[in-house]
């Protein structure tokens, strides 16, 4: 496996920023969709935004304009830039790794190697 180790997380108030990053070791990761997603308290883990190998985009509807990702595969890593916070984006942040296509998918499971999460809470 991959291993993926997501930062950047943290408390941040309503209208502030984060950048999350998710690096990776191994030569595959560069050649495979990541998506990021997040799961907040009693909810699914729900997809926010995924990037293809060679930069095709996926946003959610909820952080279009907002959100923004990125991937430098020089360095095996992914980025996510949130701006204009709202408290409903508080959840525990996941990157993930699609090794079994080329595209990337909405869908959690399609995803099959993923980090350990890291907490965004933005206060109102």
């Known amino acids: 496996q991959v291993p993926l180790v997501e930062s950047g997380g943290g408390l941040v108030q309503a209208g502030g920023s984060l950048r999350l990053s998710c690096a990776a070791s191994g030569r595959t990761f560069s050649s495979h969709p990541v998506g990021w997603f997040r799961q907040a308290p009693g909810k699914e883990r729900e997809i926010v935004a995924a990037v293809t190998w060679n930069s095709d985009l996926y946003y959610d509807d909820s952080v279009k304009g907002r959100f923004t990702i990125s991937r430098e595969n020089a360095k095996n890593t992914v980025y996510l830039q949130m701006n204009n916070l709202k408290p409903e984006d508080t959840a525990v942040y996941f990157c993930?790794?699609?090794?079994?296509?080329?595209?990337?998918?909405?869908?959690?499971?399609?995803?099959?190697?993923w980090g350990q999460g890291t907490q965004v809470t933005v206060s109102s």
């Open positions: 993930a790794l699609r090794r079994g296509g080329s595209y990337f998918s909405t869908i959690a499971t399609d995803y099959d190697v």
